[in-house]
């Protein structure tokens, strides 16, 4: 069965850095166009940015715009997520999900499989 699986989160000092990792199975990764969304607590799940599936185009959030970067190695099935200059306002489930749809890859209901998710908290 198709599978995501999320890890790198933890706790984290404001100002500093996190690299999440999805690691996805069960599927042809290559062919998928890969995102990351984010939900807080009492908030709605919001866009992060995603990656195309060759890897050659990337779009973000104006929230992380220069301080979040996202990649992908076909090879090993993995897409990450490095997120730099960290505020608490970043601080929230992390879920990785992928999609064959090519447009409105900001909007969730185009991902069909998504990952559990991993905690990302950042202390002021």
């Known amino acids: 069965q198709v599978q995501l699986v999320e890890s790198g989160g933890g706790l984290v000092q404001a100002g500093n850095s996190l690299r999440l990792s999805c690691v996805v199975s069960g599927l042809s990764f290559s062919a998928y166009n890969v995102a990351w969304f984010r939900q807080a607590p009492g908030k709605e799940r919001e866009f992060v940015g995603n990656?195309?599936?060759?890897?050659?185009?990337?779009s973000y959030a104006d929230s992380v715009k220069g301080r979040f970067t996202i990649s992908r190695d076909n090879t090993k099935k993995t897409a990450h997520l490095q997120m730099s200059s960290l505020n608490p306002d970043d601080s929230a489930v992390y879920y990785c999900?992928?999609?064959?749809?090519?447009?409105?890859?900001?909007?969730?209901?185009?991902?069909?499989?998504w990952g559990q998710g991993t905690q990302v908290t950042v202390s002021s």
């Open positions: 990656i195309r599936w060759n890897g050659n185009s990337t």
């Open positions: 999900a992928v999609t064959l749809t090519n447009t409105e890859l900001d909007s969730d209901i185009r991902y069909k499989y």
